[in-house]
T-cell receptor, first 119, second 116 residues
Framework: AQTVTQSQPEMSVQEAETVTLSCTYDTSESDYYLFWYKQPPSRQMILVIRQEAYKQQNATENRFSVNFQKAAKSFSLKISDSQLGDAAMYFCAYRSGSYSGAGSYQLTFGKGTKLSVIP | ETGVTQTPRHLVMGMTNKKSLKCEQHLGHNAMYWYKQSAKKPLELMFVYSLEERVENNSVPSRFSPECPNSSHLFLHLHTLQPEDSALYLC???????????????FGEGSRLTVL
């Protein structure tokens, strides 16, 4: 079974600075997808960024980028020019890319990292 | 109108009560999910429905009973719950049970359940 580990329960960053959230995962598969989801307080969880394992290029979405190290099974999220609206819980998630029966495509989530942004 | 709507947002119930959580999606998706979110724990997948048929049940106690009358609506019926069932219950939808081409889930804001 796959596991996702987020070793930082809480982090803080000064507004306009850069912060990196860590995520490691354990899998024996070669084909999979990784995600970062953001859950603001009392708001809906939304997808921030997505990475396909077969792509060597790191995904980027505006101020959000990832550092995907497949061999190390590491998938960190970098937030540049942090804004107050970035304060939220961030969840790393894994999804298999190979169908092996019911449930094999379901997401496995980490415990989350609570990010605070200091004005 | 948001993509995935959950009601009620907050619910307090006794251990002998019967209540239901409701989820509605306006995205035209074919798959819907119930997740349980507890503090300091990963999200736990409870149920998956694809085209109104249950395709996944992750060993959830029978005091939780899902219902999916159509592809837009999902219910979670609750009865004789325990205090440890207090949590945020999240509904999500996706294009299909495989998450569509992107694997993306679309979440509701959640229903905060407190069991006394």
């Amino acid at each position: 079974a796959q596991t996702v580990t987020q070793s930082q329960p809480e982090m803080s960053v000064q507004e306009a600075e850069t912060v990196t959230l860590s995520c490691t995962y354990d899998t024996s598969e070669s084909d999979y997808y990784l995600f970062w989801y953001k859950q603001p307080p009392s708001r809906q969880m939304i997808l921030v960024i997505r990475q396909e394992a077969y792509k060597q290029q790191n995904a980027t979405e505006n101020r959000f980028s990832v550092n995907f190290q497949k061999a190390a099974k590491s998938f960190s999220l970098k937030i540049s020019d942090s804004q107050l609206g970035d304060a939220a819980m961030y969840f790393c998630a894994y999804r298999s890319g190979s169908y092996s029966g019911a449930g094999s495509y379901q997401l496995t989530f980490g415990k989350g990292t609570k990010l605070s942004v200091i004005p | 109108e948001t993509g995935v709507t959950q009601t009620p947002r907050h619910l307090v119930m006794g251990m002998t009560n019967k209540k239901s959580l409701k989820c509605e999606q306006h995205l035209g998706h074919n798959a819907m999910y119930w997740y349980k979110q507890s503090a300091k724990k990963p999200l736990e997948l409870m149920f998956v429905y694809s085209l109104e048929e249950r395709v996944e049940n992750n060993s959830v106690p029978s005091r939780f009973s899902p219902e999916c009358p159509n592809s837009s609506h999902l219910f979670l019926h609750l009865h004789t719950l325990q205090p440890e069932d207090s949590a945020l219950y999240l509904c999500a939808s996706s294009q299909d049970e495989f998450g569509g081409n992107t694997g993306e889930l679309f979440f509701g804001e959640g229903s905060r359940l407190t069991v006394l």
